[in-house]
T-cell receptor, first 114, second 115 residues
Framework: AQSVTQLGSHVSVSEGALVLLRCNYSSSVPPYLFWYVQYPNQGLQLLLKYTSAATLVKGINGFEAEFKKSETSFHLTKPSAHMSDAAEYFCAVKGWGSQGNLIFGKGTKLSVKP | KAGVTQTPRYLIKTRGQQVTLSCSPISGHRSVSWYQQTPGQGLQFLFEYFSETQRNKGNFPGRFSGRQFSNSRSEMNVSTLELGDSALYLC??????????????FGPGTRLTVL
């Protein structure tokens, strides 16, 4: 069975600092991996996705993630945090075969201090 | 192009009642998936419909059901509501079935409160 684990339910950074949100996956087959962001009282917005092409994936709003098979990781980074980045971030893996639904991690709430 | 729309945005029901939630996918999208989001369990997959057929179902009791119409709009129904059904219900649409690499686009959700 596939799963994702997000380390840290809450991360706090200062404005302008590096953002690093951690995600580790478990999959017996090459995974399709996603990062979504959720702002308060809103749905999920796709930040980026990995579908076995380039291992460094660039997304919207300056975010990027690197797929590392040896570490089974897909960490999300942004060089310089902005106040508008405060939100909850979800890592997800797509199920395999007929089970193509998204399997989400528990989420990481990002706070940005001025 | 309009995004995924869900109606209503907020609902308050009492235990034992039933509720129907609606989702209109992005124009041209034929796959609709439903997810339940709660503080305790996080985001959990309910079911997926493609071309009016249920293709995949999560681990939820039979009180949770859904359907899809010929215009790809989808509804989900929860009967005999329980307090634990209080959640944000999210709908997502994509062009192709979820087994593909197509992106799933999410709606704003319906917040259901069961009293």
């Amino acid at each position: 069975a596939q799963s994702v684990t997000q380390l840290g339910s809450h991360v706090s950074v200062s404005e302008g600092a590096l953002v690093l949100l951690r995600c580790n996956y478990s999959s017996s087959v090459p995974p399709y991996l996603f990062w979504y962001v959720q702002y308060p009282n809103q749905g999920l917005q796709l930040l980026l996705k990995y579908t076995s092409a380039a291992t460094l994936v660039k997304g919207i709003n300056g975010f990027e993630a690197e797929f590392k098979k040896s570490e089974t990781s897909f960490h999300l980074t942004k060089p310089s945090a902005h106040m508008s980045d405060a939100a909850e971030y979800f890592c997800a893996v797509k199920g395999w075969g007929s089970q193509g639904n998204l399997i989400f991690g528990k989420g990481t709430k990002l706070s940005v201090k001025p | 192009k309009a995004g995924v729309t869900q109606t209503p945005r907020y609902l308050i029901k009492t235990r034992g009642q039933q509720v129907t939630l609606s989702c209109s996918p992005i124009s041209g999208h034929r796959s609709v998936s439903w997810y339940q989001q709660t503080p305790g369990q996080g985001l959990q997959f309910l079911f997926e419909y493609f071309s009016e057929t249920q293709r995949n179902k999560g681990n939820f009791p039979g009180r949770f059901s859904g359907r899809q119409f010929s215009n790809s709009r989808s509804e989900m129904n929860v009967s005999t509501l329980e307090l634990g059904d209080s959640a944000l219900y999210l709908c997502a649409s994509s062009l192709a079935p979820s087994q593909s690499t197509d992106t799933q686009y999410f709606g704003p959700g319906t917040r259901l409160t069961v009293l």
